[in-house]
């Protein structure tokens, strides 16, 4: 199984940007897909982004416009580039990998949007 380290979030002012890295034990190379989801207090885990093997995006319709995911082949690593954030993203961003019918999570990092 795959180990996955989150690292970038933190406390931003509403109109702000993050970004969230997700660094994999192993290559990214032969995934079925990598990315993102969060969970707010209350609420369930939804989407927010993931990228396929075959390069493509998927975003969730709350961060559409606002969120840019992008794979580094080369250093195991996704990004999330997270732009014009509002108090409503505010939730713990978990990584997540999938090779096969594996999924692995990462720990979670808080992202909190407040004034």
């Known amino acids: 199984q795959v180990q996955l380290t989150e690292s970038g979030g933190g406390l931003v002012q509403p109109g702000g940007s993050l970004r969230l890295s997700c660094a994999a034990s192993?290559?990214?190379?032969?995934?079925?897909?990598m990315g993102w989801y969060r969970q707010a207090p209350g609420k369930e885990r939804e989407l927010v982004a993931v990228i396929t093997s075959g390069g493509s995006m998927v975003y969730g319709d709350s961060v559409k416009g606002r969120f840019n995911i992008s794979g580094d082949n080369t250093k195991n690593t996704v990004h999330l580039q997270m732009n014009s954030l509002k108090p409503e993203d505010t939730a713990v961003y978990y990584c997540n990998a999938a090779y096969g019918a594996v999924r692995s999570w990462g720990r979670g990092t808080q992202v909190t949007v407040s004034s």
């Open positions: 192993r290559s990214i190379v032969s995934i079925n897909h």
